[in-house]
């Protein structure tokens, strides 16, 4: 088992001091309240992308445990998948590694009435990949070379792109991979990344460094969220992609409930006996 030691627990000097954190941590009650005002306004949001035809891709990138997973399950809690989907692509097949690299991220852009949500994306190449050695530094050079040309493409073709930074301090990274190495509930999330993204801490920060230089650019900009209050940083998340998509509630047609049919009426609940129930143990 990992010690919090081990994590880094103490080294403080890794704390970034130009990374604004609020002293306490917002509690779950105004969580909630924010969190379910915001969600409605999603909602709208999503009937107007369907009424217009807009194409949106969300990016959500980070330091592993910064908290990209909950961010986008607060997003897509309360809308449809159909509008609102989340793509998290596994490693590339030996197949995929032989492509061309944007291939295969290519087919999962958005259709008319769509929003993409890639959790982790093309961006690995710029971070994971090339930090573990599962590319070369002049994979990844040229990776940043083009990529402002692909996104130019994206933006040229109607997509509307929000690429999200979480920024996880080292400590509070530290005490979420402890979490994750002790709690059952969440040892699922440890991944085989995680424990070398803590010693190779400021490799990281360079690689982050050095894809924001290239990549932050004016028509495709990135946005820093600081993420050791996951709630604060959910709810900031939702209410900046609110603001950065013009949206109107789209006028709805009133429904009216029919009433069941009395035509071909039967005991529909009899027909059920002895069949197979779950045992009502709750």
């Not at 993409?116 to 990844?140: H, M, T």
């Not at 994206?154 to 509307?160: A, D, F, P, T």
């Not at 002895?274 to 709750?282: C, H, K, M, W």
């Given at each position: 088992m990992a010690t919090a030691r081990a994590l880094g627990l103490n080294d403080a000097m890794a704390r970034s001091p130009t990374v604004k954190r609020p002293a306490e941590k917002l509690n779950g009650k105004k969580y909630r309240k924010e969190l379910l005002a915001l969600q409605a306004e999603l909602c709208k949001l999503q009937a107007w992308v369907k009424h217009e035809g807009l194409k949106v891709v969300i990016v959500f990138e980070g330091r592993d445990g910064a908290g990209k997973g909950g961010t986008i399950k607060a997003i897509t809690e309360r809308v449809s998948p159909r509008v609102f989907r989340v793509v998290a692509l596994p490693a590339p097949s030996d197949r995929e590694k032989s492509q061309m690299y944007a291939q295969r991220?290519?087919?999962?852009?958005?259709?008319?009435?769509?929003?993409?949500?890639?959790?982790?994306?093309?961006?690995?190449?710029?971070?994971?990949?090339?930090?573990?050695?599962?590319?070369?530094?002049?994979?990844?050079?040229?990776?940043?070379?083009?990529?402002?040309?692909?996104?130019?493409?994206?933006?040229?073709?109607?997509?509307?792109?929000?690429?999200?930074?979480?920024?996880?301090?080292?400590?509070?990274?530290a005490k979420r991979f402890q979490a994750r190495i002790e709690d059952p509930l969440r040892q699922w999330k440890l991944s085989k990344t995680d424990l070398p993204s803590r010693t190779k801490w400021y490799e990281y920060s360079r690689a982050r460094d050095e894809m924001f230089a290239a990549t932050d650019t004016k028509r495709a900009p990135w946005y820093i969220v600081p993420s050791d209050d996951k709630?604060?940083?959910?709810?900031?998340?939702?209410?900046?992609?609110?603001?950065?998509?013009?949206?109107?509630?789209?006028?709805?047609?009133?429904?009216?409930?029919?009433?069941?049919?009395?035509?071909?009426?039967?005991?529909?609940?009899?027909?059920?006996?002895?069949?197979?129930?779950?045992?009502?143990?709750?």
């Open positions: 991220y290519i087919p999962h852009l958005p259709g008319a009435g769509e929003v993409v949500i890639f959790d982790r994306s093309w961006y690995n190449r710029a971070g994971v990949e090339y930090v573990l050695g599962f590319c070369s530094p002049k994979q990844r050079d040229r990776f940043l070379a083009v990529v402002p040309s692909f996104e130019n493409m994206m933006l040229e073709n109607g997509i509307v792109l929000l690429k999200y930074w979480l920024e996880v301090s080292n400590d509070e990274q709630k604060r940083a959910r709810l900031n998340v939702i209410h900046h992609i609110l603001k950065q998509i013009p949206y109107r509630k789209v006028p709805r047609e009133k429904v009216v409930l029919s009433g069941r049919s009395k035509k071909q009426a039967y005991d529909d609940q009899a027909s059920l006996k002895g069949r197979r129930f779950v045992p009502a143990r709750y």
